[in-house]
Every structure is written in C-alpha cells, then in structure tokens.
C-alpha cells in the first residue's frame, strides 16, 4: 500500500470517520441475521458512549 | 548488539547536547540544543527503560488475549491498531495544561522547568500512564475508581473519588480564567472565541441531520469556518461601531464562561460538545505539529537566562522557591494524575495486543511532555521583560504601564512602554501587560515563531489563531469535564434519592449541573476580580491537586506490583510516589504555614484583612477584599484535604503491601489469561 493511501487510512480511523463502516464489518461477522442500526442511530449511539465517561484531560 | 550501538549513539548525543546547554551558561543558546536533548532523553527512556518495564516487571504477553478481543462489541471494545489507539490516546489526554505550566514555570529561567519535564516523564509520568495502562487492561478497562476500591479497599475508592471531583473544579476554574484573561478587553479575541461556538453547532447538525458520522469532511469544512472566524475577528477590531460590543471586561468574560459552561453541559452533546471536541482535536494535533516544524526551521535563541534570581522564591508571575513549586507548576506536561483516569477506562479497551502498552502509554506521554518543551521555548525565545511585562499581574507590577516597565526593569530585565506598545500594535492588541494565565504570552511566542516561519505580514493573524487554538479546547475541557462532574454528583446524589441518579431525568441535569458550576464559577469568579491575575493562586492548587491525583494512580498501581509480582520491582511506581509526596507535601505545607503573605494562604488572609481594618486599601480593593480573604481561607482548608487524602491512601498501600509481603492472603481482580486469537501465537513476550 502506498504510504499516503495508508495514511489516509490511518487518519480516517483515528478520527473515528470509518466507525460506522467497522461496526457494519463487525455485525457481519458475528451478529448477521440481526438488522444493523442505521449510520444516523450508529452516530448518536456512538457520541452518547463516548461523552459518559472522562474521554478529555487537562 | 545493535540495540547497544543505539544506546551509545542515543546517551552520547543527549549528553552533547545536555552539555552544550551547561556550557552556555551566561550566553544564550539556541533552542535546537533543547530539542536535540529532548529527543535522546525520550529515545533512551523508550527504548531501554520502558522495554524493561514491559519485559521484566509486567512481563507483557502478546498471546493473551486483551478485553478488546474477549469482550468485542463493536462498540467501545474493539481490538484496534497500536497507531490508531496512539491517536485516539494522545487526543485524549493532550490538553492546555502542557502548554500553560511551562509558560508560568519559565519565570524560572528555561533550565528548571525543561529538566523536570524530560526527568519527570521519562521516570514519572511515562511510566504512570503505562502502568495504570496496563493495570487496567488486565482487569478489563476497570475505572482508577473501581481499582482503587478493589485493590486497596473502601478508603481507597473514596479518596480516588475526592481527588477527581475536586481536580475536575479546580482545573476548570482555572482553565476558564486563562480564557476570561485571554479575551479580556480583546475585541479580536473575543469575537472569534464566541464565533467558535455556533460554527460547532453548524458542524453539530452536519454531522447530525446532513452527513451523519462524517467526521473527516465535516471537521475541514470546521477547520475553514474557523479560519474564517480569526478573520472576521480581525475586520470586527476595525469597526468602531461593533467592536464595543466584544470590548468586554474580565466580570463580564467570567459571566460569560459560567453561562456557557451551564447550558453546554445541559445541551444534547450532538449539537455542541461532540463536534467542538472534533474541531479541537483536529486544531490541536494540526498544530502541535506545525510548531514543531517551525521551532525547527526557525530555531530560535532562547533569550531567558537559563536560571533567573527568582529562584529564591520572590518570583512575580507566582509565589514559591524553586523546590518545590517547579514541579507543581509544570504539572501535566512532567506527570499528570488526570492521565491516569484517560489510561484507566477509555483506551485500555481499544488495546488488541498487550505489547502495545508501551506505545500507547509511555509513548503518548512523551509526545505530550514533548508539547510542553515546546511550550518552554515559546515563552523563554521571548524577551525576558516583555514576558514578565505580560505574565506579571497588576496588583505585582503596577497598573499605569510607566509603573509596570520600571518594575520589570529593576529586576534586570529591561522593557519599555514603547517596545510593549509596538508589540501589541503587530498583535492586534490594545496592549499586552498583565494579560496573566499563560495564553496570551504563549500566543505571542508562537506568532512569532509562525510568522518568521509562514510570513510576518500576519503576525495579529497568528496571534489570535493561537488565542482561538487555546480557547477552543479550553471550553471542551470546561463542558466535558462539567458533565463528567454532573455524571459523578448524580452517582452520589442518586444514592441518596434514586430520581436523582437517573442521567436522562431533566430536573436531576439541570441542578446537579448548576451545582458543578456553581462550584468552579466561585473560583472562578475569585480568580477574575483577584487583582493579583488569580492564577498564581489557582495554578499552584491545581499543580497540587493533580499531583495528588498522580500519587493516588501510583499507590494503586505500586499496591498492584507488589500483590501480582515482587516487592523488588514495586520502584518503578514507588520512586515516583515518594517524590510526588514529598512535593505535594511539601507546597501544601508552605501554603498553609508560610507567614509570607505572597506564599501562605492564611497568612494572606491575615494580612488582607489587616490592612482593610486599618483602613490602607484603595476603594476599589477594599470592596473585594472580605471575598478574597475568604477564598484564601478556603483554599487554605482544600490543601489540608489534599494532604490528607493523599496519606490516607499512601497510607492504606503500605497497608496492602505489608500484607502482601507478609504472605497474608490479598485479593487481585486480574482476569485470568486466555489465549489470543487474533494472531498466530509468536513465543516470548514485548
């Protein structure tokens, strides 16, 4: 892979920007005759995860 | 044998380097010598010191499987590359603190602070933050909270539970202060803070309604708006008519912050707290990135001497001799007990392979502590009296600017109206003195490094762009860490009356969330109408309150060692402790005891309220002086609780480990081992 491609890679998943693509992978795998939730419920899902906990410092 | 070569090669270069900075004592040096000696520091400390940690003392598995694997959701357990987990990590716990300390602490001279950064991380707050890393990955990303409950006992999860709460005030508070004086009776400034605000609900409802999850695009088109807003700050400067309506005063700013701090805590984190993070995640790392690219091209010469006469503990910007109000001030960018809460929790469940541990943990904090040097030479490639003239408060230096440069002057650093004028003029500011809390000496230090750099036409540009930089995670470190104040107040009220305790419950959000702010607001408040600044009295509760913080992570994680290894090994965490201790202690006790009233908390009190009964204060200060003789009371009485907190817990580990070592039985939460499949098994360990 040509190191801008993989960089380009590596900047989507550190922003979280492919989250909903991963999740979409995982449910796949394992939870396949379950119906995934839609990117828009996979969204607000996600940030209410994220903000419950301390996720910032000082 | 090649590793040994390295290490020759590495120890050699950093002590060149070292001792190039010795040698040119009396003469300045250039910055390049602090970032060479930085890099070898870190390279050392990685690659040996953290290597035998990872070996020896946790024997770090790469077979066994990590909760990530074990307990895969999806969700908040993913199994995810070293790097990516390095980015999220990093985001997480860099914050303002790294680049405040510094700037305080260079009031110093540059050689005090730079060396406790590098020693202070690579012994310290590296090894904190790996620990605590993988102590929580072995026990499936348990909080520091419940760690402290399992490990040590009840007391022990007590104590964890006051020092985060109370950090969470005092961090606030005086994070908020360093924004009020940022935009104090800035136009430019304060115009561009606030239009920050509805550009991240715009990015909010993008992200919401529009493009849902698009994190990348939606954070550029943020990243342009935000640009957009320094601008339009700088043609709202121009407009007589408009203007006046930014031109606002600290009373004014504060009660700006607190109202906001309110309303975002009670807004629906999709529309304001969420996006803003991403905006200021991108303009951190974005940044931090850049001015270490310019520090380099640049590579200016430290004009600070490297050690300065108020060593002795008559230092103007905050009270306290060398030891040990060096390492309280620096604070997070050497060691910082919040990391230990971001280590414990979030990241450990992203982990997907013991090994990185390493990475991740000592790796970020050296990446952070590396901001902090940066930070440093900002503030000490200043002008020696233009930093003071801006860092030092009116009710120190004088108020009528003639007053402040002779002050200034007669410490032996020259200054003069007319210098600090034009500097203001290129910044785009009325003026620059006593403009305290850090931010806006930073602001200037790095427009000076970009615009010598990027082009110096822009000078006020990057000023306010290091201004809006600042700002920007300031307030998402104000409205996430009230709600994870709220989150906390509602867990304790909740037992109390179960409604409360229900997060989605209205009446409960809104009065555990005025009753967080209520509490940083005071302090707040007190910090804005203190005509010392109020930060050389907050930034030091803070630096205390945060190194308590740090010896409560490193007493669960010393416990921990000695329970599932040996006594032998428990120095890694155990050396640290004892030096925390010993600092913490130390300050607290020449806070509370010093009869110097610059110093000691009640001895201030004592003295404020002489002079108001003797009738020698000027009006204006007189007016305030019962609140602020009561602020020195009570911050007086929170350093006693922050002693005792904290020997209460190193207290209950001695406890532990005597146990331990005694043989006795002791529990340990450490999920048994199974093997990982997520690769094939490769024997040995990191």
Redesign the interface.
């Known amino acids: 892979m040509s190191p801008l491609r993989s960089l380009w890679r590596?900047?989507?998943?550190?922003?979280?920007?492919d989250?909903?693509e991963?999740?979409r992978t995982?449910?796949a795998q394992?939870h396949a005759h379950a119906t995934p939730l839609s990117?828009?419920e996979?969204?607000?899902?996600?940030?209410?995860?994220?903000?419950?906990?301390?996720?910032?410092?000082? | 044998m090649l590793n040994r070569l390295l290490g020759i090669v590495l120890a050699a270069v950093g002590a060149i380097a070292l001792g190039g900075i010795a040698l040119h004592r009396h003469e300045p040096i250039n910055a390049l010598w602090l970032i060479t000696a930085a890099v070898c520091i870190y390279a050392l400390g990685y690659r040996f010191y953290a290597a035998w940690i990872a070996a020896r003392v946790f024997m770090l598995d790469a077979t066994r499987a990590t909760p990530a694997e074990r307990l895969?959701n999806?969700?908040?357990f993913?199994p995810?590359?070293r790097?990516?987990v390095f980015?999220?990590h990093f985001?997480?716990?860099?914050?303002?603190?790294p680049l405040v300390g510094p700037t305080l602490a260079a009031q110093f001279g540059y050689l005090p602070g730079t060396l406790w950064i590098l020693i202070g991380s690579v012994l310290g707050g590296c090894v904190q933050d790996m620990t605590i890393l993988f102590v929580s990955t072995r026990r499936d990303g348990r909080?520091l909270g419940q760690m402290a409950r399992d490990e040590l006992g009840p007391l022990g999860g007590i104590a964890a539970l006051i020092g985060t709460l109370t950090i969470m005030v005092i961090?606030i508070a005086v994070?908020g202060l360093v924004v009020v004086n940022a935009m104090k009776r800035s136009p430019w400034a304060t115009s561009t803070v606030m239009a920050t605000i509805p550009i991240a609900m715009l990015i909010g409802m993008y992200?919401?309604?529009i493009r849902?999850?698009?994190?990348?695009e939606a954070?550029l088109i943020g990243f342009a708006l935000l640009l957009l807003g320094v601008a339009a700050g700088g043609v709202i400067d121009q407009q007589e008519a408009i203007r006046g309506w930014f031109d606002l005063s600290g009373t004014e700013l504060a009660g700006f912050v607190i109202g906001y701090g309110w309303v975002a805590a009670i807004l629906p984190?999709?529309l304001l707290?969420?996006p803003r993070?991403?905006l200021s995640?991108?303009l951190k790392l974005g940044t931090v990135m850049l001015l270490a690219i310019a520090i380099v091209i640049m590579h200016p010469v430290l004009r600070m001497p490297a050690v300065t006469q108020f060593v002795d503990g008559t230092g103007p910007v905050f009270a306290g001799k060398i030891f040990p109000f060096v390492f309280i001030t620096i604070a997070?960018g050497a060691i910082?007990g919040?990391?230990s809460?971001?280590s414990s929790?979030?990241t450990p469940k992203l982990i997907s392979n013991e090994a990185d541990v390493r990475l991740v943990g000592y790796g970020s904090m050296m990446l952070e502590s590396f901001v902090a040097i940066m930070a440093m030479i900002a503030a000490t490639m200043l002008d020696p009296g233009v930093y003071f003239a801006i860092n030092v408060g009116a009710g120190i230096a004088g108020s009528a600017p003639e007053a402040a440069v002779a002050t200034i002057s007669s410490w032996g650093f020259p200054v003069t109206v007319d210098q600090m004028q034009s500097l203001a003029r290129a910044m785009g500011e009325r003026t620059l003195f006593a403009r305290t809390g850090g931010a806006p000496s930073l602001a200037v230090g790095m427009a000076s490094i970009f615009g010598t750099v990027f082009g110096r036409g822009l000078l006020a540009a990057w000023y306010h762009f290091a201004v809006m930089f600042e700002a920007v995670f300031i307030l998402?470190?104000i409205d996430?860490?009230t709600?994870?104040g709220r989150?906390m107040m509602q867990d304790v009220l909740g037992q109390l009356w179960k409604p409360m305790g229900r997060?989605s419950w209205y009446p409960s959000v809104i009065l555990t969330s005025a009753m967080v702010v209520a509490a940083w607001g005071y302090f707040l408040y007190i910090g804005v109408i203190d005509p010392n600044g109020g930060i050389n009295i907050l930034w030091p509760l803070?630096g205390m309150a945060?190194q308590m913080l740090a010896a409560i992570a490193l007493s669960v994680a010393t416990a921990i060692i000695v329970k599932t290894r040996s006594l032998r090994y428990a120095f890694i965490t155990a050396a640290p402790l004892a030096w925390l201790a010993l600092i913490t202690t130390t300050a607290a006790w020449q806070k509370v005891m010093s009869p110097d009233p610059q110093l000691g908390f009640f001895a201030a009190a004592t003295d404020l309220a002489r002079k108001l009964a003797s009738g020698t204060l000027p009006a204006g200060r007189a007016a305030v002086a019962p609140q602020l003789i009561f602020n020195q009371q009570l911050d007086g009485w929170l350093t006693v609780l922050f002693t005792v907190v904290l020997w209460v817990v190193i207290a209950d580990m001695l406890r532990v480990c005597w146990r331990s070592a005694r043989g006795l039985p002791s529990v340990s939460t450490e999920v048994p081992r199974q093997l990982s499949q997520l690769q094939p098994a490769v024997g040995g360990g990191a």
Do not use: M
């Open positions: 590596w900047l989507r998943a550190a922003t979280g920007d989250a909903y991963r999740y995982h449910q394992v990117r828009r996979f969204y607000a899902e996600r940030l209410r995860r994220k903000w419950s906990g301390i996720n910032r410092c000082c | 895969n999806g969700r908040d993913v995810t590359h790097w990516i980015g999220h985001a997480a716990i860099a914050g303002p603190g909080s961090i994070l992200l919401r309604n849902p999850g698009r994190v990348l954070s984190v999709w707290l969420a993070d991403y995640t991108f997070c910082s919040f990391h809460l971001i929790g979030t998402t470190t996430a860490g709600r994870v989150f997060t803070f945060n």
